[in-house]
């Protein structure tokens, strides 16, 4: 089959960065589906792997969202059967979905909106899942609750600020605080359902007084570094701060005197560790489903690339490499 992967990390500009090759075909284990790959879409985590890990033992296939159609099933596997349409975010320790085909483990993957294109559906996978286990794992948030109470999102136009706003505004009470910087990222995550917006390049904590609001809930999706001291100045006493990026250097002992809770998320643990309640991922990516083809969300989509292929996918990656991308960047299946 044909499949697109590196072989040495590097920058995107780099020849070995982007390579397309023939890879063998993939056996859906007892648990898998064998998907055949119509959308996939890029995130941060490909660029980061992308750039830091040398593979090993030949080419790499990167790629995490995914949709397509069930062709295979695993002789254990009792939520799907060939045909269905599905999307999903794949597993970190596995052969990635910029593929022509991937077996995945069925208790990560999702039946597909009905309402969206494969492309589209494949841009809300990974996403929707960190936003999710950021609120309701990582949070503690009941659905419904929250009220009286403010969520701040560090970087809401971003992919995952796209569906976390729209996730708080829809299933809790919560008022929601996005980051955004341009026009263009202020229009996006007001159409997203923001309550209030305000500017990262300037201190948070001057922007957040500014509103009267102390919010008890903080998720930082990127610059966690840079924002850190602000943070821990504008947010409640036992508050709680969640983020998704890797922060060099911050003193974790400035929490102690608020009291707060300091916590990652990291969607690929509960694959990686393998753990008894992997299938919560199968059950939201079918909720979220719902909720799309009800019109509840609204797909979070901003930039199609065109057919998976070499070129496309390099330009999709450094679109996303650059950090300027709003919601999510997409391609179609291997062409």
């Known amino acids: 089959m044909k499949a697109i992967g590196y072989t040495e990390r590097g920058p995107i500009s780099a020849a070995t960065s982007v390579l397309e090759f023939d890879a063998e075909m993939p056996s859906p284990g007892a648990s898998d589906l064998l998907v055949e790959v119509r959308g996939v879409s890029v995130n941060p985590v490909d660029v980061k792997v992308r750039a830091n890990r040398q593979p090993e033992g030949g080419p790499r296939i990167l790629g995490f969202d995914a949709a397509g159609v069930v062709q295979e099933v695993g002789a254990d596997v009792t939520l799907f059967k060939p045909g269905d349409a599905v999307f999903y975010a794949g597993e970190f320790t596995r052969p990635g979905s910029n593929a022509e085909f991937q077996a995945v483990d069925e208790r990560l993957v999702g039946r597909k909106p009905a309402s969206l294109s494969f492309s589209d559906a494949a841009g809300m996978a990974l996403t929707s899942i960190t936003a999710w286990e950021l609120l309701f794992d990582s949070f503690g948030i009941n659905e419904g609750a929250g009220a ?188």
């Open 148 to 335: 009286g109470e403010a969520l701040l999102v560090i970087g809401g136009a971003g992919g995952v600020g796209s569906i976390l706003i729209q996730l708080a505004k829809k299933l809790t009470g919560l008022t929601v605080i996005a980051t955004a910087s341009r026009d263009d990222t202020v229009a996006w995550v007001k159409r997203m359902g923001a309550d209030h917006v305000v500017n990262h390049r300037n201190p948070l904590n001057d922007e957040i007084a500014a509103l009267g609001i102390a919010p008890k809930y903080v998720a930082t999706l990127n610059q966690t570094d840079r924002h850190f001291a602000a943070i821990i100045d504008l947010i409640k006493p036992r508050g709680h701060i969640a983020l998704i990026d890797d922060p060099q250097g911050i003193d974790i002992s400035a929490i102690k005197l608020k009291a707060l809770s300091y916590s990652w998320e990291f969607m690929f643990a509960r694959s990686m560790f393998q753990t008894d309640d992997m299938d919560a991922q199968h059950k939201l990516l079918c909720r979220v489903a719902d909720m799309l083809d009800d019109g509840t969300l609204v797909a979070t989509v901003n930039k199609n690339c065109g057919p998976l292929n070499e070129a496309n996918l390099r330009a999709a990656l450094a679109h996303q490499e650059a950090g300027a991308a709003i919601g999510k960047t997409v391609l179609g299946g291997v062409g």
